[in-house]
T-cell receptor, first 115, second 114 residues
């Protein structure tokens, strides 16, 4: 089945440690995105990528890093510089990066808790 | 970025129609209007999108005002599975590139009563 997979579903880390969240898609989509969601809030864009080996900062990129070495993979690293890393992280992909006249597909999310 | 305004919450009874409003008075001519919905602890799910004309699909209908400053998502017969947070989103140019991004607001919490 085609889709977008995030792993793990739940992740616990100690404060000061870097952690990498996985996002894989087998939809052959060009564009991939990372969003963050805090309780009772909407999604905020962290990073996005239009093509392999290229990515741009979104609205809240500070304290995060990404890579796009393969079309199907877009891992997100939450670094120790991120002041409030505890959140629900969502990965998405879409077929094109035009005016988003297409449907975006979201993963089921990773809930990160930093203690 | 153009913003949207939605009611915080709405309620409906099962098998009745639901009209979810969205105001977007600063919409640009190239912005598409998207609707997504999200169940607790899940990723958002695409519902429908449109530019100028009304749109129908198997999930819902989207009615767009003639001046495009507002739109309404219509669920023709609400079911308990339709209870979710519904987001009205505008997509457009970001950062001077042809990239389009989805900017999520807080959405409308829809409660469906049996």
């Amino acid at each position: 089945d085609g889709g977008i997979t995030q792993s793990p579903k739940y992740l616990f880390r100690k404060e000061g440690q870097n952690v990498t969240l996985s996002c894989e898609q087998n939809l052959n989509h060009d564009a991939m995105y990372w969003y963050r969601q805090d309780p009772g809030q909407g999604l905020r864009l962290i990073y996005y990528s239009q093509i392999v080996n290229d990515f741009q900062k979104g609205d809240i990129a500070e304290g995060y890093s990404v890579s796009r070495e393969k079309k199907e993979s877009f891992p997100l690293t939450v670094t120790s510089a991120q002041k409030n890393p505890t959140a629900f992280y969502l990965c998405a992909s879409s077929p094109s990066t035009g005016h988003m006249n297409t449907e975006a597909f979201f993963g089921q999310g990773t809930r990160l808790t930093v203690v | 970025d153009a913003k949207t305004t939605q009611p915080n919450s709405m309620e409906s009874n099962e098998e009745e129609p639901v009209h979810l409003p969205c105001n977007h008075s600063t919409i640009s001519g190239t912005d598409y209007i998207h609707w997504y919905r999200q169940l607790p602890s899940q990723g958002p799910e695409y519902v429908i999108h449109g530019l100028t004309s009304n749109v129908n699909n198997r999930m819902a209908s989207l009615a767009i005002a003639e001046d495009r400053k507002s739109s309404t998502l219509i669920l023709h017969r609400a079911t308990l599975r339709d209870a979710a947070v519904y987001y009205c989103i505008l997509s457009g140019i970001f950062g001077g590139t042809s990239y389009g991004k989805l900017t999520f607001g807080q959405g409308t919490i829809l409660t469906v009563h049996p």
